[in-house]
């Protein structure tokens, strides 16, 4: 066994597909993912995500173990997710300069779509989010500069973070445009396959290994059928260790007390629509910045 730092780092943003989109990097025999999808190890003091155990303040050789490598293994790639990265004053500081010198793939999502998933997720999915706080009162609470959601600052701060030209333009001052692509959540729903293509091209990775790909989803938010099991699976699943065990009983859980959620009411639908008028002008931004088809967005 060895261990080595990663060349690859989805880096944003939240709930726009990257979970899924590691796990099929990570999938290619060219490839090798972190023992830990998102190892949280760039993010700043002070946020949710922090772990005093495991952050840069320790050096790079901590780091290093979220990749231990079979001695038979000679990957090309090697990665590590972590969405929130994209808005952490550390990662923008460290990462570009790692000595593998990783590129950064970003994939966004239409601004309202995105913090109403990110809404839900923390509603349903964790306990960030009362259940009896409604979208309205939600976004109420970002627009009137209110919101405190136990200190995670993904909630608290989702309509500034949605602003994505604020963050990419710094990445690329620090990246450079050749280690960086940027892609669209309305791309990965389009063409699967094609989405992945086009990044394993971008990576040097055999492409032709998607061709008879399946393509699983993950981290998918989900409804509990019973508040009681959710409360004890918040509970527990943070102190279990992450592997194969892990994985099946999250597969259980899943099927046992989990639904998929219904899509928005009437009102958070008008909720969505208003919201968009806000990112008008960012999105415009970034599409004329990044070369994106935003179109779509409108």
């Keep these: 066994m060895y261990s080595e730092l990663p060349n690859l780092i989805i880096a944003g943003a939240p709930k726009a597909g990257t979970s899924s989109v590691h796990n099929w990097i990570a999938d290619h025999p060219q490839a090798h993912g972190s023992i830990e999808k998102e190892t949280y190890y760039f993010v700043d003091q002070g946020t949710h995500m922090y772990r005093e155990h495991a952050n ?15 001695d038979s293994e000679r990957p090309n790639v090697i990665l590590e997710s972590t969405p929130s990265y994209m808005y952490n004053h550390n990662a923008l500081k460290y990462i570009p300069d790692l000595p593998t010198k990783p590129k950064c793939l970003f994939i966004l999502r239409e601004p309202s779509e995105q913090i109403y998933s990110l809404y839900q997720y923390f509603k349903n999915n964790w306990n960030w989010i009362p259940q009896n706080i409604s979208f309205l009162e939600y976004l109420d609470s970002l627009r009137n500069n209110s919101a405190d959601y136990k200190g995670n600052e993904l909630a608290d701060n989702a309509i500034r973070y949605a ?32 989405f992945t293509k086009n990044v394993a091209c971008w990576l040097g990775l055999d492409s032709g290994f998607y061709d008879s790909y399946g393509f699983p989803r993950d981290n998918e938010t989900y409804t509990a059928k019973s508040n009681n099991l959710q409360r004890l699976n918040i509970a527990m699943r943070s102190r279990l260790p992450k592997g194969r065990m892990y994985n099946w009983l999250k597969s259980i859980y899943r099927q046992v007390n989990t639904s998929k959620p219904k899509g928005p009411s009437g009102e958070e639908k008008n909720s969505i629509e208003e919201l968009k008028n806000e990112f008008v002008e960012s999105n415009q931004r970034l599409a004329n910045e990044f070369d994106l088809d935003l179109r779509g967005w409108s």
């Design 56 to 70: 840069i303040e320790h050096g790079l050789e901590r780091y290093k173990q979220y990749f231990v490598i079979d």
């Design 163 to 194: 602003k994505y030209i604020d963050y990419l333009l710094l990445w690329r001052e620090k990246l450079g445009e050749e280690r960086m692509m940027v892609l669209t959540f309305d791309e990965l729903k389009r063409d699967e396959q094609e």
